[in-house]
């Protein structure tokens, strides 16, 4: 059998060929097996504890696996070519909680949150299977050049100057599992997918878009369960769910215990905000705890969701007299109230009580600006668990099925390489958001 390992010094010779050619529920904790992997045939693999210089776009090629172990840290470093990731074949990256996986740029790029000094994770039409657990993904979303792989493999956008989101997943036969992951500061959308097969669970989304994008944003030809997710300082809207581009297949997305805070306040416009919703989208959005969004819960007024949708129970709080007013339901405005929904009815009525998170004096400050204190900069010592006798602790709905908790989505080329290659989507909980009690 034959294995590519990859050290640091031999990674520059590789892309210059391959560009050539808590509490929450989570079944995928500690899946790598320990055991000597049997990787296939040509796959390439970045070993554990390694670190990898992409002073060049890396290409993985059609046919072939890239398999990033626990502990790699890919550093983006040549500013000027902002180097892509660009996925024709697979990619499995196997990190744990121990030991995450980080891709990122160097330090002197990382005093502008937005440098956009490297693209993202953007996979092709061939790209049959993307696994991300235990990844970190930073400072991403470099516009396109002539030279960009996306723009010459014709991925995601047909211009140049366009840019990328931290993760693009596009095969509608394809599979996409993301768990346990971090994507943070990336310049446009931190996930974009336009087809397949994904399970999005036990995510944090913090602080995404420069002038514009969206932290969770699917398109037609999807199903998809995406759930216990922290979504912090989303530009435009934390999920942003359409059928833009239907062939095939109408996406059904069921979007349950996440928990949204100070989305949209960037984004100047009708669609910054929460969760918005357009063009035949079939949704079921339940258990969502909504903090000081700019707006609840929109749709399109034009072009309306699926008959189907269902957008109740879910949990909204503001802080503010403006943002109260931002969630009751409004025709005009498009904003969408459930009857099984809880929310503040004036300025700090039904506090969730988060475990540790003190919001800025008035988070309505700054709308539309990039400047510092819209929203507050983020906080690892944050802890959005609920408190004892938050009244977010129930009145979820736990009746529904999600689309892969029984049958699961298999990732084959981890047959052999982690323990259980099959994985199903999380069981929705009482409580709303993405964590109950501490």
Not at 69 to 97: D, F, H, Q
Request: contains cysteine; glycine residues 8%; aromatic residues 10%.
């Amino acid at each position: 059998m034959k294995r590519n390992f990859f050290s640091v010094f031999a990674v520059a010779a590789l892309m210059a060929l391959a560009a050539c050619s808590d509490d929450e529920p989570n079944n995928n904790e500690n899946n790598t097996n320990e055991n000597e992997s049997e990787y296939p045939e040509s796959a390439i693999v970045w070993g554990k504890d390694s670190t990898v210089i992409l002073d060049d776009h890396f290409v993985v090629p059609v046919n072939t696996s890239l398999y990033v172990e626990e502990g790699v840290t890919v550093i983006a470093s040549n500013t000027a070519v902002k180097p892509e990731i660009v996925v024709l074949g697979n990619m499995y990256c196997m990190g744990t909680e121990e030991n995450p996986i980080t891709f990122t740029v160097e330090d002197g790029s990382k005093s502008d949150r937005f440098s956009r000094n490297w693209g993202g994770i953007i996979c092709g039409y061939d790209c049959e299977e993307l696994y991300l657990n235990y990844v970190t993904i930073e400072y991403g979303g470099a516009q396109t050049t002539e030279n960009s792989q996306s723009f010459i493999n014709k991925l995601f956008k047909s211009e140049t100057g366009e840019g990328v989101p931290a993760v693009h997943f596009c095969n509608p036969d394809g599979r996409m599992i993301i768990t346990n992951c971090t994507l943070m500061n990336n310049a446009e959308d931190q996930i974009y997918i336009t087809g397949g097969q994904s399970i999005v669970a036990n995510n944090r989304f913090i602080s995404n878009g420069y002038d514009g994008g969206d932290a969770i944003n699917y398109k037609s030809e999807c199903t998809v369960d995406a759930a216990y997710n922290l979504i912090y300082d989303a530009n435009t809207n934390g999920f942003k769910l359409s059928n833009t581009d239907l062939v095939n297949l109408a996406t059904h997305v069921v979007a349950y215990n996440n928990t949204l805070v100070n989305d949209g306040w960037r984004r100047p416009g009708i669609k910054g905000g929460s969760i918005w919703l357009e063009e035949n989208i079939y949704a079921e959005v339940y258990n969502n705890l909504i903090y000081d969004c700019r707006w609840g819960l929109k749709h399109d007024t034009e072009v309306l969701e699926d008959p189907r949708s269902v957008y109740t129970p879910n949990f909204y709080f503001a802080s503010t007299d403006e943002g109260v007013a931002q969630m009751q339901a409004d025709e005009a405005e498009g904003i969408l109230v459930g009857e099984d929904d809880i929310r503040s009815e004036y300025a700090g009525d039904n506090d969730p009580m988060f475990v540790n998170f003190t919001q800025q004096d008035d988070i309505n400050i700054n709308v539309g600006s990039n400047g510092e204190g819209a929203p507050a900069t983020w906080n690892n010592n944050w802890d959005f668990h609920l408190q004892a006798g938050s009244p977010a602790l129930t009145g979820g709905r736990t009746d529904f099925t999600p689309n892969f908790a029984s049958t699961g989505i298999t990732m084959e080329g981890l047959a052999g390489i982690v323990d259980n290659n099959t994985f199903t989507s999380p069981a929705p909980s009482e409580y709303f958001g993405a964590y109950g009690a501490e």
